[in-house]
DNA sequence: TACATATTGGAGCGAGCGCTCAAGTTCTGC
DNA sequence: GCAGAACTTGAGCGCTCGCTCCAATATGTA
């Protein structure tokens, strides 16, 4: 399975078009058809790489979070506001990954596999806001700091899936009136 | 489409097969043999009762947000609290319907068509939150009001989300944080 | 060069999907 | 008890799905 020079190059044409197609038109709409017109490669090119449609999406799915993933040291020097933003832009910018993400979210609403990812990835965002409420109100209990992470990040995951549904939904708009009044005013000032 | 009283009936039977079938198989196993099969209904009798199969698990998913609607005529006499319950109620209670919808939102992320019915009914929502907010809070811009709805209910949807995953998820307890002071003072006691 | 192995395209399989349609039956109001 | 609307049936249409198969060809190795 890609052990020449062209197979292996076959292979990324392949994870490319998925690539690209599940940015276009999301996981479902990823079809074996598609798959292979868009990476110009026959079915039976496609099955000598890969063991199954699903076993191409996963792997861009993982290579994707990859990308995206980093938390660049886990300094702890970010905002709520800039948390937040950086969420919006996620959210709302030219990235289709929060697409994939939500959709991958659906799924995990009944595959129990799915579900635990996802959760394990909430969790670590969910410590990175209640560290950052924490430095913003420092007289915060830090179990109360976890409770405003929690409903904050939940308020962003469903304004950004109306966000995603309805392009003239103002999402920043409504995720700024998540901060304590201090930030908010800083962030619109 | 069922003015008659055998097509009511068969009306009824269809939609509680696809309850029973979206309770039981999830919204992808749900086909539209399955549903007719388990409604001893021919597909033809189907079609003259819901213009798709779409249409039937709409409905089946509309009349299940309406049994928890703390006020279904519309009097306008529930309270902010009453309504946080009842979405609470509704994505942790026993039905199973709330996995359905959020996975139907999910599929409004890519599908135009669901993406304009969820939407239509995430309005009516917001309104009624709006509306309850501006009973809460009468010195509330119309337009603040409808601002702190848009963010309670995207909070609620998220939140719901994390619920549906993790059994543990204290969701009630997050929730009610949403609600201003006096409101939350009032539901837990 | 000779040969094994990897790679290729694409016709086509079998299954399953949502849905249509023509024909016959049942119900209701008058 | 009759007209006509509402209801019913189920074979089957047209389509898409993931995937298989295999002869032809390209590639790397000795």
Redesign the pocket.
Known sequence: ??????????RERILSATRRLLAEVGIEG?????I?ANA??????????FA???DAVFEVVREAIEAVDPDPAGAGTDSLEDLVDAFVAFMTGSSPIARIYLQLAGRGLTDPVIAARVLRSHRRRVERFADAWQREVPELEPAEAAARAEVMLGALTGLGMTALMDPGFDMRRHALALLPDAARLRATG
């Open positions: 399975m890609g052990r020449y020079r062209v197979g292996l190059e076959t990823v079809t074996l058809k598609a292979t110009r490669v026959g079915a039976g090119s496609f099955y000598n790489l199954s449609k699903d």
